[in-house]
Nanobody, 112 residues
Framework: QVQLVESGGGLVQPGGSLRLSCSASRNIVDSYVVGWYRQAPGKQRELVAHILSGDTTNYKESVKGRFTISKDNAKNTVYLQMNNLKPEDTGVYCC??????WGQGTQVTVSS
């Protein structure tokens, strides 16, 4: 079964940057829609960005201009570059492809 593993989270000050990685155990990222989601404490999981098989991207309004989703098909990896981070970006970030079990996610904490 395909597995997705997230990495790259951490503690960063407001205005800082992080790059998250989502690595798939098989070569599928070019064939399916891959989404990055986040879940803040006490809130529901929300879609932050997704990338289609043709490289079309879409973003949650609050992250437009700050986050960039991209993929490297040769590495079976989807990235989320996050710039100008804000405290409200704090949460557990997970990537997902429909039909594949959710991974553990990676914690992002934006705090001074």
């Amino acid at each position: 079964q395909v597995q997705l593993v997230e990495s790259g989270g951490g503690l960063v000050q407001p205005g800082g940057s992080l790059r998250l990685s989502c690595s798939a155990s098989r070569n599928i990222v070019d064939s399916y829609v891959v989404g990055w989601y986040r879940q803040a404490p006490g809130k529901q999981r929300e879609l932050v960005a997704h990338i289609l098989s043709g490289d079309t991207t879409n973003y949650k309004e609050s992250v437009k201009g700050r986050f960039t989703i991209s993929k490297d098909n040769a590495k079976n990896t989807v990235y989320l570059q996050m710039n100008n981070l804000k405290p409200e970006d704090t949460g557990v970030y997970c990537c997902n492809i429909v039909g594949i079990p959710w991974g553990q996610g990676t914690q992002v904490t934006v705090s001074s």
